[in-house]
């Protein structure tokens, strides 16, 4: 009998957080809340709820000049 995996999400949106499981969905606008952008996982730490949801916050060590030359990159394209 197989069993349903759920990996760790490839990111989350910069605006509210919600993860996108695949890693070609990075880079596009969220279309959860449709603000913002999905950010890489190396901008985020992440964990499950009681219901088993995941959810992205903000690494600390998040060296700004960096992200918003990844930011810059994503809006090129």
């Known amino acids: 009998m197989g069993r349903e995996i759920d990996p760790e999400p ?3 949106c910069d605006a509210c957080g919600r993860c ?3 890693l070609s969905e990075v880079g596009i606008p969220c279309y959860h809340c449709h603000a ?3 950010m890489g996982r190396r901008w985020w730490r992440f964990w ?4 088993g949801r995941w959810y ?3 690494r600390e060590d998040i060296d700004v ?3 918003d030359a990844e930011r ?3 809006a090129k394209r």
């Open 72 to 74: 810059a990159r994503i």
């Open 10 to 12: 490839c990111g989350a």
């Open 48 to 51: 499950r709820d009681e219901f």
């Open 36 to 38: 913002g952008i999905f």
């Open 65 to 67: 000049a960096e992200l």
């Open 20 to 22: 996108c499981h695949v």
């Open 56 to 58: 992205g916050m903000p």
